[in-house]
């Protein structure tokens, strides 16, 4: 199964705005966020989710005709993800999200179906890509299977507060670190981008304390995470861009690298520290993250 490999998207922050809400969807673009995602699932009431998919093509082409990478999430329900793909999969999507994966049959028959559409409208296969939301104790038995479930999958991450909701508890560290790192080693292994942070995704009141947040996350090995206020996009860009003293590290490490394999060396020295591959390693994480 060919997945994405490093160098990864550049998702630092993708905002969800409800699909329904026309003034939220025209200022999306204006938020400073990687990728907007226009929510079909919880954002939205049941009686307006037909409303929400009527505007999903005018919301798409606005956004994707200013540079926005834009993304929906549907719903999980099978009543309504039918109605949803039909909605969304179209020129100038992204990626979908979907929420409450349990299983890799699941993810693997989205594929089949979104693969159906791209035909219908004329677009090229796997230009759609994945995002899935682990929210269910019972996916992180699956984890391996549900990463490696198809081709289109680029991201996966922990929904703290369903997931909170599902195991009984409430989205604080000590509930949520377990399952996020279990989502973040998956993610890792399969090839795919680890988005999350350990904390409540409606924690947006206390900007100093999300920040963080962030920058733990950054520390743990995420490369990004989805939120739901524009005031959580600032502090995710910064947490996971690298400041220029780490790219000037970075570069040092990499050429140091070059020079020795040239000169058949293993290791090296770079501001007094010995280098060898894991640091070479961590240093290409770094560049990545600059895109």
């Known amino acids: 199964m060919t997945h ?20 939220f969807v025209a200022k999306a673009h204006e938020r400073g966020a990687d990728g907007v995602i226009l929510d079909l699932e919880d ?18 082409d ?45 993810v693997r028959d989205v594929a089949d179906a979104v693969s159906e559409l791209e035909v219908s409208q004329g677009m090229e296969l796997g230009t759609v890509r994945f995002i899935l939301q682990i929210e269910t104790p019972g996916a992180l038995f699956s984890l391996q299977a549900i990463a490696n479930a198809h081709a289109r999958v680029a991201a996966m991450t922990l929904g703290p507060e ?25 993610a890792r292994a399969a090839g795919i981008l680890p988005l999350g942070f ?25 490369r990004g995470a989805l939120v739901v206020h524009p005031s959580q996009v600032g502090p995710l860009n910064a947490a996971f861009s690298p400041t220029e003293q780490e790219l000037d590290w970075a570069r040092r490490v990499i050429d140091g690298d070059l020079q020795a394999r040239e000169a058949g060396i293993g290791a090296f020295q770079i501001d007094g520290k010995m280098v060898d591959l894991p640091v070479v390693k961590r240093a290409q994480e770094i560049l990545s993250l600059a895109g």
């Not at 997931?163 to 279990?182: D, F």
Request: charged share 20%.
């Open 43 to 60: 954002a939205v009431p049941l009686p307006r989710k037909p409303e929400a998919r009527q505007t999903l093509a005018a919301s798409i």
């Open 198 to 222: 350990v904390g409540s995704i409606g924690d947006f009141s206390d900007k100093e304390r999300f920040t963080e947040m962030a920058r733990q996350a950054r520390r743990l090995g995420f």
């Open 162 to 186: 369903d997931y909170s909701a599902a195991i009984g508890g409430i989205p604080v560290a000590e509930t949520l670190l377990t399952p996020n790192y279990a989502v973040l080693a998956a």
């Open 4 to 23: 994405i490999k490093p160098p990864y998207p550049r998702w630092r922050s993708l905002l969800f705005i409800p699909a329904h809400v026309g003034k």
């Open 62 to 106: 606005a956004l994707s005709g200013n540079g926005v990478a834009v993304m929906v999430r549907v719903n999980h329900h099978m009543r309504h993800i039918g109605a949803d793909l039909e909605a969304a999969v179209r020129q100038g999507l992204t990626a979908l999200v979907l929420p409450k994966v349990e299983d890799a049959g699941f």
